[in-house]
């Protein structure tokens, strides 16, 4: 089993950034592909940026593509991070991190109960 808590959600501006960040616990999360998932509201939940295990593949959904950087350090806890840029009303979602196989879109076995990020305009 691996255990993930999100973190590094809230209130921002249109325009501004913020940094998600995703503590893992639990069995060896480092030889496991990980995500970044958000359901916005009245949505299905959509698949945002993967990273491979040792993080030499990223994958962004177009929505993201630019505006936002996916990484990882395999030494820490706080394992898995999302660098959110230029961030629009749309952006407004839960945000969940997610851990398994690749391709991330549709390989995870494991899921955060996600933090809220709300952009105003």
């Known amino acids: 089993q691996v255990q993930l808590v999100e973190s590094g959600g809230g209130l921002v501006q249109a325009g501004g950034s913020l940094r998600l960040s995703c503590a893992a616990s639990?069995?060896?999360?480092?030889?496991?592909?990980m995500g970044w998932f958000r359901q916005l509201p009245g949505k299905e939940r959509e698949f945002v940026a993967g990273?491979?295990?040792?993080?030499?593949?990223?994958?962004y959904a177009d929505s993201v593509k630019g505006r936002c950087t996916i990484s990882r350090d395999n030494a820490k806890r706080t394992a898995l991070y999302l660098q959110m840029n230029s961030l629009k009303p749309e952006d407004t979602a839960v945000y969940y991190c997610?851990?398994?196989?690749?391709?991330?879109?549709?390989?995870?076995?494991?899921w955060g109960k996600g933090t809220l990020v709300t952009v105003s305009s």
């Open positions: 639990g069995r060896s999360f480092s030889s496991l592909a």
């Open positions: 990273i491979s295990w040792n993080g030499g593949s990223t994958d």
């Open positions: 997610a851990a398994g196989r690749w391709p991330v879109e549709d390989g995870m076995d494991y």
